[in-house]
């Protein structure tokens, strides 16, 4: 019979580990959510809505730092000012520090470029439900895909009256510095006033604050809303540092410095920081709001108009059989 193994003489300095009993290891799902988003990656859509000419393609391209806008995939491409509203997209892959990330950028060129405007948020509130129903379709599949191809738009917007009910809204003030600073004050106060004034609830809600630190940060968001944004893709040396700005006879707008305009404010809340709740809303509010209706109308429609012949009910035997399989 061998000998039993003798026990090794421990180190010097050396600690014994010592056994957590109640340890049980929940905590450890958060570091499986990252693994497992990580590999995913994700998905962000994003529509810019304005006249044009206000800059909706330069901001997009500061805001995530790259050519991500249709116009800078489509540089060569002289557009005519379309007759009526026109829905175009482009998408791209973009990777950070590992994270990967499907970014869609549409545009909607010929919005309030036309004398009569009245009715130009039409042919966006009809993109946004098809997109809607198109994630519907597939949801109610019954052979549906692992993972659904999610084409729902998270809007962010320069202004927009008729959407807020559909899609979250925020708003922009764009090429911020060709107004004094009075005069950005008395045109953001103007705008709220009239947002207020046409129920326009724009992100983020109030309604959907989930605590009292929620609400706190929510409010200083809202108290600067629209952002005074100034967009720039090219880069200039300021103080021997190398700097996103606009360069003017009396001097350089910084993009990112706070002092001269609010696009860091913007881009923090739209990516660093409320990017995940702004599609959670989209997912669970807005979407929601649209399938419930959409089923719902499904329903009296199949009410109204019932089946000539009613569905034949499976024998004992074959539920049986059914249910085995």
């Known amino acids: 019979m061998s000998e039993a193994t003798k026990p090794q003489p421990q180190a010097k300095g050396e600690k014994t580990p010592i056994s957590d009993t109640s340890y ?47 116009k800078s995939v489509q540089p060569n491409v002289e557009e005519r000012i379309p007759k009526t509203v026109e829905i175009k997209s482009v998408s791209h892959d973009v990777e950070e520090k590992g994270v990967r990330m499907k970014l869609t950028v549409i545009d909607t060129p010929g919005f309030g470029d036309q ?82 004034a046409n129920g326009i609830d724009v992100y983020p809600q109030k309604e959907f604050d989930e605590d009292a630190e929620d609400r706190m940060i929510n409010d200083k968001i809202r108290e600067m809303t629209p952002f005074a944004v100034v967009g720039s893709d090219q880069e200039y040396q300021v103080n021997g540092k190398r700097i996103l700005g ?36 989209t997912c669970s509010i807005h979407y929601e709001t649209y399938r419930v209706r959409r089923l719902n109308e499904s329903n009296i429609l199949f009410t109204s108009n019932p089946p000539d012949h009613p569905a034949v009910q499976p024998k004992a035997n074959e539920m049986s059989c059914c249910r085995v399989q």
């Open 115 to 196: 004398i009569n405007n009245e009715n130009c948020w039409q042919p966006i509130m009809k993109f946004i439900n098809d997109q809607y129903e198109s994630y519907l379709q597939e949801e109610i599949n019954i052979n549906r895909k692992k993972r659904i191809p999610d084409s729902r738009p998270v809007l962010y917007i320069l202004f927009m009256r008729h959407l807020s009910k559909v899609v979250n809204i925020v708003p922009v003030i764009a090429k911020a510095d060709t107004l004094t600073l009075e005069e950005r004050d008395s045109f953001k106060k103007t705008i709220r006033e009239e947002l207020r």
């Open 246 to 281: 606009r360069k003017t006879k009396w001097g350089t707008i910084e993009v990112e410095n706070i002092a001269h305009c609010e696009f860091a404010y913007l881009r923090d809340l739209l990516i660093r920081t409320h990017m995940q709740n702004i599609k959670d809303i």
């Open 24 to 70: 049980v290891g929940i905590d450890a799902i958060l570091e499986q959510m990252r693994r497992k988003a990580m590999k995913q990656g994700f998905e962000f859509n994003v529509m810019v809505v304005g006249q044009s000419g206000l800059g909706k393609s330069t901001l997009m391209n500061t805001l995530f730092k790259s050519k991500v806008s249709r």
